[in-house]
């Protein structure tokens, strides 16, 4: 079975401060998509940034961006210049093949001013 | 529209009360999922919709009921429930079934008493 780690349950850092999110995911699988998403207090999930595993080039959204290392199965998420509005529960989720997403069990990330 | 929308916001229902909540999105997109989230806690997969027709189930309790009147409209059916089914309902959609990122409703805040 799929399963997704995320080691850091809590982080806070200052704004404008660089964070890095990591996430480590298990499968036997070549071809699956790799995704971060969002959840603000407000609650709505949001996706911020997704990964194709057959492509080798990280992917990038503005100040977010990843750093995918499939041979390690790795999928670290890089907030780069932190904003208040950053502060939120982080997932990180694998998708292999048909319709299940599998979550890992989040990062909850403050930023203070 | 890309978005997905949840009625309603809020709901406070007995353990006899019959309720439905209900999930709709103008995307074209032909798979749903509903979700439980608990406080903290990554969502929980409850039932997935491919082309209107329920694909999977993960063993969810009789008295959670899902439907899928047409390809923009999900429903959960809620009756006997119980306190600790409290939690937050989220709906999702994709564009289809296989290695797609999913987009989440708000979600509806269910309180059982």
């Known amino acids: 079975a799929q399963t997704v780690t995320q080691s850091q349950p809590e982080m806070s850092v200052q704004e404008a401060e660089t964070v890095t999110l990591s996430c480590t995911y298990d499968?036997?699988?070549?071809?699956?998509?790799l995704f971060w998403y969002k959840q603000p207090p407000s609650r709505q999930m949001i996706l911020v940034i997704r990964?194709?595993?057959?492509?080798?080039q990280n992917a990038t959204e503005n100040r977010f961006s990843v750093n995918f290392q499939k041979a390690a199965k790795s999928f670290s998420l890089k907030i780069s210049d932190s904003q208040l509005g950053d502060t939120a529960m982080y997932f990180c989720?694998?998708?292999?093949?048909?319709?299940?997403?599998?979550f890992g069990q989040g990062t909850r990330l403050t930023i203070n001013p | 529209d890309t978005e997905v929308t949840q009625t309603p916001k809020h709901l406070v229902m007995g353990m006899t009360n019959k309720k439905s909540l209900k999930c709709e999105q103008h995307?074209?997109?032909?798979?749903m999922y509903w979700y439980k989230q608990k406080a903290k806690k990554p969502p929980e997969l409850m039932f997935v919709?491919?082309?209107?027709?329920?694909?999977i189930n993960e063993s969810v309790p009789s008295r959670f009921s899902p439907e899928c009147p047409n390809s923009s409209l999900l429903n959960l059916h809620l009756h006997a429930l119980q306190p600790e089914d409290s939690a937050l309902y989220l709906c999702a959609s994709s564009p289809g079934t296989y290695n797609n990122e999913q987009f989440f409703g708000p979600g509806t805040r269910l309180t059982v008493l």
């Open positions: 499968t036997s699988e070549n071809n699956y998509y």
């Open positions: 990964q194709e595993a057959y492509k080798q």
């Open positions: 989720a694998f998708i292999e093949g048909a319709q299940k997403l599998v």
């Open positions: 919709y491919s082309y209107e027709k329920l694909s």
């Open positions: 995307m074209g997109h032909r798979a």
